[in-house]
């Protein structure tokens, strides 16, 4: 039986009424996306068509995810709330402070050591509230998700980027920050823009050497990083029906690497047989009643250009594999064209380490179908020419590879399996060597390669492509490989060709495991108490963030201009820091270390103009906070791209940072600087970027006549008196206004709960 039944019955109930009247307000036939987002709308049954791209709206979704390293600061977050419990199911996640070195049990045991009073924190804090909590080495939050959250029609919201997975099981599952969070689980109504729609109509079969994964790098390549922005992305044709329901999710987690809102697949069968398989029959029953409602109506799919605002079309007969990278997702090339575009930019042939799993690529299908290749390597006399690890996504999938040979099949060719966590694929790997910072390349099957995202070191050369491609590639060891046309030679000397992968889709035996890792809440837990040391380096309860005084911010000086791209990565780096994402002083000490200064071209190297010398950036910023000056952070295009982490923003709200202001801003960082009090602005006019100085000084000049729509005038006074007159649009509606005002917006939120 599901968890939460009765919910998602309930969502079902109201589904065909509320899809109904919105078709009839609307006027034309509906896709899957406005069908999911009309029926959870905050007022109910819908009574207005929404514009896309234009009209904020509030939304109630049905549950929130957290992963351990963002739960921390969301739950901190909530316990100001004066909430006894959370308003919508809820789950907490331990995921990420697990860092891959020797092998799962070594390294799932030194992270219960090392991480033990925050695991103790969230056990308790969600013990206390009602939240489900997935322990340690339970698997990966979107797996874990998809095993036994997710279901067809459903609305929810996750402290993590990649949440948008559960869009495999024909979900809105959207990213982002914890004060979001925070809203919906003290019972609000939650706020998205309502987003664009883009179509991608598959046509014909995967087949061969080519999976799910080459269909989001192909549509990368084509949007690029930022071309999904505002948008949601809904697959459709006989090629999205074809697929596994796995798959599915694969497509969909990448999403957020173009930029979009979140992805989605209508209702199929695929989706019936796995939720039937992770014993969800009651929701692949209730779902087979309102089939039609589970998918864009007929008319959108047959005529996509009538109904979609952008239409891709990919023909999976013809799609090749792909590997994208290296530094950047959406650099996409076909395996067929690897060895020339290699060689061209001078990129290392030789393969260090290939890596698979992670929350993109970690289900039942996708490890069989790299265990095909992997027992080739005994079969055909082959030996392994790069290092290759596999991390599962769940103890579920670990526990069924394991009883069904997978991993022994590994084992023999001297592989590692890691624990069932992010790992390597959030920066948590302890990789030998890493920190000579030799120029290297390896291949995964992540979803980011940003610049020392995997090991730190930044000038690793990190490919993404599918699991199986990824371990005939570590097999070969060789960028140039491709296993469609190129030959190996074994330890007989002779010529072998590896054969395509195959694997079941799911289990024959069904899913299994002897303890899957969740803890149930209390019953009550008005008596369960929550502890946090005032020495503690892992943990420190928030103070909140004051109120704007109503005047005109000036004599702000420039904390750093950002050159090119500037990520969540870049802002806020993962990796080691993830031991401090419940310490809102300790982690400040990372903000923007990662950035470029485009005065010096160096990272983590600024002016300090009170001072004239040149620091760190989080110890400028430290330098004027403590001084009573207000700084401001300039940026590039697409600024705050990558992972959902609203620390990000909370860093430079804690350090004195007012504003932020951008040629254009990724979706989950505009939000997260709102949230926190920030005014998060972009220029008018792009080339303004330019007349940015070193030494600059900001005045506001109109910002207490802050209102929707009007832009702000900034006046930057240069070193040598003169000025530039720069206009800064924002997208702020009333209510967010109000979160300025108010210093953020979960000050509204305890402000409310104390009424």
Known sequence: MAFDIEMIEKVYANMTSRVDKAREIVGRPLSLTEKILYNHLWDGTPSVAFTRGADYVDFAPDRVACQDATAQMALLQFMHAGKSKVAVPTTVHCDHLIQAKVDAVTDLARAKTQSNEVFEFLSSVSNKYGIGFWKPGAGIIHQVVLENYAFPGGMMIGTDSHTVNAGGLGMVAIGVGGADAVDVMSGMAWELKFPKLIGVKLTGKLSGWTAPKDVILKVAGILTVKGGTGAIVEYFGE????????????????????????????????????????????????????????TGDAEVYTN????????????????????????????????????????????????????????????????????????QVTDKKLKLKSKFTITPG?????????????????????????????????????????????????????????????????????????????????????????????????????????????????????????????????????????????????????????????????????????????????????????????????????????????????PNTV?????????????????????????????????GEGSSREHAAMEPRFLGVKAVLVKSFARIHETNLKKQGLLGLTFAAEADYDKIQEDDTINFTDLVDFAPGKPLTLEFVHADGTKDIILANHTYNEGQIGWFVAGSALNLIAAAGKA
């Open 394 to 602: 769940s103890e579920v999938v670990r526990y069924t590879i394991e009883r069904d040979g997978f991993i022994d099949t590994f084992d023999k060719i001297g592989a590692t399996v890691f624990a069932n966590a992010c790992g390597p694929c959030i920066g948590m790997w302890d990789r030998e060597g890493a920190d000579k910072e030799e120029r290297n390349t390896i291949v995964h099957s992540f979803n980011r390669n940003f610049s020392k995202r995997a090991d730190g070191n930044p000038n690793t050369l990190a490919f993404v492509g599918s699991p199986e491609l990824v371990t005939a590639m570590a097999i070969a060891g060789d960028l140039g490989f491709n296993p469609l046309t190129d030959t190996l030679i074994n330890e007989d000397g002779e010529e072998v060709m590896l054969e395509a992968p195959t694997g079941d889709e799911l289990p024959k035996n069904g899913f299994d495991a002897e303890d899957p890792g969740f803890q149930a809440p209390a019953q009550d837990g008005s008596g369960v108490q929550i502890a946090v040391s005032e020495t503690s380096e892992r943990l420190q309860l928030l103070a909140p963030f004051l109120p704007w005084d109503g005047k005109n911010i000036t004599g702000a000086k420039l904390l750093i201009k950002a050159f090119g791209k500037c990520t969540t990565d870049h802002i806020s780096m993962a990796g080691p820091w993830l031991r401090f994402r419940g310490h809102l002083d300790n982690i400040s000490n990372n903000m923007l270390i990662g950035a470029i200064n485009a005065f010096n071209q160096k």
């Open 239 to 294: 090629g999205a029906t074809s697929m596994s329901c796995t798959g599915k999710g694969t497509i969909c987690n990448m999403g957020a690497e173009i930029g979009a809102t979140t992805s989605t697949f209508g209702y199929d069968a695929s989706m019936g047989r796995y939720l039937r398989s992770t014993n969800r029959a009651d929701v692949a029953d209730a779902a087979d009643k309102i089939a039609p409602y589970l």
């Open 607 to 639: 002016k300090n103009q009170l001072t004239g010398t040149y620091d760190a950036v989080p110890a400028v910023a430290r330098a004027y906070k403590a001084a009573g000056v207000p700084s401001i952070v300039v940026g590039d295009h697409n600024y």
């Open 304 to 375: 996509p250009e009538l109904y979609f605002d952008q239409v891709i079309e990919i023909n999976l007969d013809e799609l090749e594999p792909h590997l994208n990278g290296p530094y950047t997702p959406d650099l996409a090339t076909p395996i067929s064209k690897m060895k020339e575009e290699a060689i061209k930019n001078n990129w290392p042939l030789k393969i260090e380490v290939g890596l698979i799993g992670s929350c993109t690529n970690s289900s039942y299908e996708d490890i069989a179908r790299a265990a095909s290749i992997a027992k």
